[in-house]
């Protein structure tokens, strides 16, 4: 006798939730109008049509980024057009997440952030900043002037290999709160005083650092 239960239900997505992508073998974002653009990263900067790929995720399939051989190599990130609806740091506070689960926590990856594809990250996850392997850090870039930045990281081994983790940032406004989170537990905070992320430039997924 076999017996197939049906899956589980899945938690519902959270009131104010903006964007989200599923990686259910396409791009779409499942909860507005922001579609994830695969592009290209090499030696001549970014841009350029690419394609992206999959893998099994935690549910159904997942993008997969490999890493790139050597730095001349072109490598494939996704992200954005800059979007009124994704310009989140002028309301109450934002919340980033997903599920990861990389083969390498050696050397810098960025996750997910707003990125002007100039240097600037005006909010966002980092796995294994600088040297600290298997870390989880956040940068934020303020609107306010003078502009500045302001980085924190978890310590590092709270991110394994081949591992499905969940991860998320939240910043609180009000507060100046922000918070790592690794599986629902706070790995990490900071206080950013009065802050105001910049948001207005394109969402990417894994963002190459060079």
Known sequence: LLTVLPPPPCVPPPTGIVAWWRAESNTVDSIGINDLVPRLYGPFGSGGSASVAYTSGKVGTAFRFPLAPIPQYYITYLSTLPATDLDLGKGSGLTIEAWINSDSIQGTRHLI?????????GAGLVLSPGAAFGALGAVFTDTNAPARSVSFASASSVITNN??????????????EAVIYVNGLSVAQTNLGAFVPMTTAPVCLAYPTG
């Open 113 to 121: 952030e707003w990125n002007d594809g100039g240097g600037t990250v």
């Open 163 to 176: 591992a499905w983790q969940h991860v998320a940032l939240t910043f609180d406004r009000a507060t100046g």
